[in-house]
């Protein structure tokens, strides 16, 4: 089977964003948060069948493992009481989105952070969400939004929310959101280089010696990292750690949200596919249709069955690596007998 | 004849360090800046002939397009006054280093920006240091070290630099320099973040529309632009921008500091050789050797030796292009008879 690890409800009802609008400018004028909207079932339905079903069927992926919108997530909106509320709406609603297709998708939860407040509440937030059925968080880096003011993610400021994932036994997909500093377009620029900085800091610290279980997904290929290949074995090298292979690739993997065959076949050409984990980030940056190809950008499927892989390694890409790092969504697929 | 476009000057002599020091220290004190010391012509000499001349000859390059040490550059350090007397300093050394090695250097310099500062004394220095014989600059796109609170560089905060650089006919490396944030290690992911970050601007904004003989050069071989090449020319399709090729490819080019070989590959497999630049960044941000080829990960010559291409592509990659878009090392060359 076909598995995305990487898609987002980007095409949620629209009273879903016409609250977040509300609870924000409640915010700013000192109310309380408005009731959430009432959204049926049919609607959930509509916008999924359309969009994110329609297109893992034309494409012939089986499921996605589906996450609020991430640039939506805007955790330097408001302060910890919004983006609790927000992220418990957001999350709520991927349980719906599951719970009306068990088979084709499974949840992976937005934490309630924000920026300088204590990771108290996401840790509560992940173990509801968890509770609930879903295999996995969103961490995002930077909850400032743009302006980078959190400590790096090896910093103990991190830990309750690593011994709550290893002690839940989910991984995080390190994730930025929207960028509101000008500097960065948030598509093209902020979430390339939080992938590309997050793997740095993961070199320059030791992280996984303290959590030796501990599953990170840098997606977006692992942003500039593949390219960059060589300098990162050198600057390990430099700062005296060990080989990447044993210092960081035990618990990193990156997905295959890039947008072109070459891409594809550099990410494979370096990275061990025991590493990378198949996800398109479908509906989601880029949603053209590429002139060279004719085809979808984000239809991923065709670079990853045109790269040279054996058919083991294939499937280690488009599923065993998924379960393996996932093992609750593993479980939730015996459980279902696939 | 073999043009690298990307070398700093990271062996100065150490009292022009220990100077740099004793200015910061006096500005915290409110003293004046103590006087710049002596170096000997011989101690510029061997600083060279011991480093970058004798790596040139061993890996078969003529001559480097040579600027101040980036790292150093540390235009969040101080104030505008400061970043006056460093860059003048910086670049009246790299002078030193091209008189003494005429055939084998050319200089491009250090402009004295400063967070939140106009960039008259940018103008000034730039003119000044092409009086001397320099042939382009360095622009650091995020003075304050990786707080990134400037405007994106299609602003018109950037303009009079732009102006300069087209009446001079010179072009400008968008480089930053050290990160004082702790999330983002200098060459690791400040670097790589900073080139991506800047193509992305390039790709929002419409600069060459009011700038057509602009020319930028975004070094460590475009940041992560090639790798996630399908993205950017969907992001301008999105954005309702021309094909890359004409609205931003006219005037950027990328250089070849790229440390293995897959790297390289990938950027001649997406990048038009014409819009590429030989460049090692030698002896700069990686300085080991790598254990899996056995030779410096930095002797990016036989990376781009081993790529697919023409001899005619690698002729324009090595010597075509800089004096294409540097055309004052051209007629700096012409005069020398090459």
Redesign the interface.
Known sequence: MIIDCHGHYTTAPPQHDAWRKSQLAAFREGRPSPEYPAISDDEIRESIEQNQLRLLRERGADMTIFSPRASAMAHHEGDERVSIEWARACNDLIARVVGLFPETFIGVCQLPQSPGAELKASVAELERCVQMGFVGCNLN??PSG???T???LTDRYWYPVYEKMTELDVPAMVHVSASC?????A???HY??AD??AF??L??GDLFADFPDLRLVIP??G??V??????????A??LGKPPLSEHVMKNVFFDTC???Q??I??LF??IDPGNVLFGSEMVG????I?P?TGHY??DTKRYVDAAALTDAQRAQVYEGNARRVYPRLDRALRAQGR
């Open positions: 880096p930077d743009g302006w980078w959190s400590p790096p500093n000008p500097v960065f377009h598509t093209g620029a390339i280089n590309t900085t740095m800091q070199i320059q977006h290929g942003g500039a593949p390219y960059h290949w060589g300098r990162y074995r050198g600057l090298d430099m890039v947008y072109h070459p891409g076949d550099l050409r370096v940056a880029v949603r053209g590429d060279e950008f984000d």
